[in-house]
């Protein structure tokens, strides 16, 4: 059944009347106000009318870097355990996973549809293979997907989070979890944890080219260290002919290198497109207008989320976008917009690499004419209030068809 749209405003302008068939947007014309029959619908005899009442279309989020695996939402609040550094964080949720108040998988599929009530439809998650958890959380995840297929898109992330060398059989359960149908090889701070950059690395690349799979790697390493990696990422990608199918995620060194340097890894990253994901965490602002001026592919994800790492997290992309719009000190509305275009398009191209892009600060793609129907209405005046205010009046659009309404699944 063709939908249609009456009275929204795309990216915050006109009113427009927008058609939606097929899993696309059919048509956008002028609203009609008054009452009579949509100029958009008038080509369909069995169409479904969704009031805009004059809120904001966007295309719906895309969290691009979360972890189902280890959520915590829903559940009773727990006071925070964990000490610093990824390695004592991961035995601090190794100690606990297993002893909460309901399954991984119970807990991913809540979470999961938390997220799309608030507006999110494309997600990459991460699943925790290790020589500890084996498949358990893997699985969980692949079967929270499942429970959700009709609402949105979900691809899992074969994630060693306690590296792939601290522990005998780590790449093997990596391996396992691919075969079983992963979407994406994770990696994790080469130099840092596994203290072997160049054996880590060729384990995660040698698996994608063996499974032809993309690739997306932690790193949490600062300043130099960060670098060094980084070009090391960048060097086989270059090998490899992978451009388009790396992503660095969190890449805090990005908030630290002199300006030079910063310069010449974006250029470098630009010139092999490899994009970056980031949670919008205090204190490693990304570079955000020159990553958008050289090209670089930027998204944006919620990270674990009240879980045994952080007390933070609430499943709302329209929250994370405030949140990466307050970490850069933004205060003009283009660049506030920008956030939001960064949540929703640009997770979506590192999703999938082939789909719009954004071209600029300035560019507010995804609501034309031929473009997938992943769509969210916002209440708001405009795209930045309606991310300071964090509105609940909100419709949620997955393939052309409505899956939430009033923050509630349909």
């Known amino acids: 059944m063709t939908v249609v749209l009456r009275n929204v405003r795309p990216w915050g ?5 927008v058609t939606l068939d097929g899993g696309v947007i059919a048509a956008v014309v002028p ?3 008054d009452g009579a029959p949509s100029a958009a619908g008038t080509a369909q005899a069995s169409s479904e009318e969704v009031e805009g009442r004059g809120r904001i279309l966007l295309p719906s989020f895309s969290d691009v870097h979360v972890h189902l695996d280890s959520t915590r939402l829903g559940l009773p609040f727990r006071p925070h355990t964990g000490s610093p550094g990824v390695w004592n964080m991961m035995l601090n949720d190794r100690r606990n996973w297993r002893d909460a108040e309901a399954s991984i998988a119970e807990r991913a599929t809540h979470t999961l549809g938390a997220m ?8 990459r998650s991460y699943a925790q293979v290790d020589a500890d958890a084996g498949l358990e959380r893997f699985e969980a995840v692949l079967a929270a997907r499942e429970s959700h297929r009709d609402r949105a898109d979900v691809a899992v992330i074969a994630f060693p989070q306690a590296g792939l060398l601290r522990e005998p059989g780590s790449a093997e359960v990596l391996e396992e979890a691919l075969k079983l149908g ?10 840092a944890l596994d203290r072997d950059p160049a054996r880590h690395l060729d384990i995660v690349f040698g ?4 499974y032809g799979l993309p690739v997306d790697i932690h790193l949490h390493e600062p300043g130099q260290l960060g670098l060094f990696s980084s070009q090391l990422i960048l060097d086989r990608t270059k090998a490899l002919g992978m451009q388009g199918l790396v992503t660095i995620s969190h890449a805090f060194c990005l908030a630290e290198l002199p300006a030079g340097e910063l310069q010449e890894l974006i250029d470098q990253m630009a010139g092999l497109d490899v994009s970056v994901a980031t ?14 001026a050289a090209g670089v592919r930027v998204g944006l994800g919620e990270d674990g989320q009240r879980d045994y790492w952080s007390p933070y997290g609430n499943a709302d992309m329209l929250d994370r976008t405030w949140q990466l719009a307050f970490t850069n000190k933004f205060r003009a509305d283009e660049l506030i917009e920008h956030c939001a275009a960064v949540a929703t398009i640009g997770g979506a191209s590192i999703i999938d690499p082939t789909a719009q892009r954004l071209a600029s600060v300035a560019d507010r ?7 997938p129907a992943e769509l969210v209405l916002l209440e708001g005046d405009s795209v930045t209030a309606a991310v300071m205010d964090k509105l609940p009046g909100r419709t949620v659009i997955h393939r052309g068809k409505v899956v939430a309404d009033g923050l509630q699944l349909v």
């Open 13 to 17: 302008g006109d009113a427009a009347d």
């Open 31 to 33: 609203a009609t106000l």
């Open 116 to 123: 799309i009530e608030r507006g999110t439809t494309r997600v």
């Open 182 to 191: 992963a979407d994406v090889v994770g990696g994790i701070d080469p130099c």
């Open 207 to 210: 698996l994608a080219e063996k």
């Open 279 to 292: 949670v919008a965490p205090a204190g490693w602002p990304l570079p955000l207008q020159q990553l958008a």
């Open 365 to 371: 793609p995804g609501l034309k004419v031929g473009d």
